[in-house]
């Protein structure tokens, strides 16, 4: 797939089913323009998930962590607009859910193998993240 839309459709399809399988209660927003695209009751508590779609390089899984308006290239922070960011990583095929509060603003890393260096103070880890239904 190669456009934009589609691979986006993808990612929170493959995100929904995920959730569907663990039991969840999936809800879905009415309409365009909010700020997350699904939600999940959890015991009472909503949370709000934002679908993305990582892609692989160098060892991590990225994904952006913001919203981009077209027309203006405006950034727009999730924080307090979705609690939870649904990675779907299709190289991997693989499934993460990340709290919003975990990362940056702008883009986020999770990291698949070890780095170089060996560093591991401050390193997100994708397993912590990794999805298990």
């Not at 986006?8 to 663990?22: K, P």
């Not at 405006?74 to 924080?79: E, K, P, Q």
């Not at 397993?127 to 239904?133: P, S």
Request: net charge neutral; charged share 25%.
């Amino acid at each position: 797939m190669t456009n934009t839309s589609a691979r986006g459709n993808e990612s929170a399809g493959v995100i929904l089913a995920a959730l569907l399988r663990s039991g969840r209660q999936v809800l879905l927003p009415f309409g365009d323009g909010s700020p997350y695209d699904l939600a999940y009751d959890d015991d009472g508590k909503l949370v709000r998930v934002e679908c993305k779609t990582g892609w692989c390089t160098d060892g991590c899984v990225i994904f952006n962590v913001a919203s981009s308006q077209r027309d203006t290239k405006v950034r727009t922070s999730y924080r307090g607009r979705a609690d939870i960011f649904g990675v779907y990583c299709p190289e991997l095929n693989e499934v993460y859910f990340v709290p919003v509060e975990d990362v940056g603003e702008n883009c986020a890393r999770l990291r698949i193998t070890p780095t170089k260096n060996n560093q591991a103070a401050g390193v997100r880890w994708a397993e912590d993240y990794r999805w298990v239904a």
